[in-house]
């Protein structure tokens, strides 16, 4: 299990008058990397506590042992480089047709990185049930949203304000 999200978050923001305003026109981060991943675990905490799930006490010294990790890229060159990140990231599949090496009467081989030595490149053999199994792990569930828009770039703020900044 791999849970994790990407976001996009904007240089600037809009002020009072409407106007937008960049925050850093320095190129470096918005926020300190590492404080970000403290402050981001303690929220997300925060907010699993305050939901009053019983799952919470069983997982709850769990969340806390092992360092989050906020992976921030340096800010974009332009929209059409955010775009293409996007791009890359919401809208590819579980496994590409070339990492598929073979497959016979009986079994799928695949390649794949092996994270925990380097990410050194290996073949995995599975049969085709347990292929298809951890393939259908990434099919979303009906009716899942899996992009979604707050702030200045939520609906209503591109059909009203955001056409006039």
């Not at 991943?37 to 699993?48: H, I, Q, Y």
Request: glycine letters at 6%.
């Amino acid at each position: 299990l791999h849970p994790h999200l990407h976001c996009i978050v904007p240089g600037g923001g809009v002020d009072e008058s409407g106007a937008w305003k960049n925050l850093r026109s320095d190129g470096k981060f918005l926020f300190p990397v590492k404080a970000l991943s403290k402050v981001f675990r303690a929220k997300f905490c925060e907010k699993l506590k305050d939901k009053n799930l019983k799952e919470y006490t069983k997982i709850r010294q769990n969340l806390w042992e092992k360092p989050w990790v906020v992976y921030a890229k340096k800010p974009f060159g332009s929209p059409k480089s955010v775009v293409e990140y996007l791009g890359r990231y919401t809208h590819k599949i579980a496994i590409s047709n070339q990492r598929i090496r073979k497959i016979d009467a009986e079994n799928v081989t695949f390649d794949y990185k092996d994270y925990r030595q380097k990410g050194i490149k290996k073949q995995m053999v599975l049969s085709h049930e347990e292929f298809i199994r951890r393939f259908a792990m990434h099919i979303l569930p009906k009716r899942f949203v899996k992009i979604r828009h707050y702030g200045f770039l939520s609906s209503i703020w591109k059909r009203i304000k955001l056409k006039n900044l």
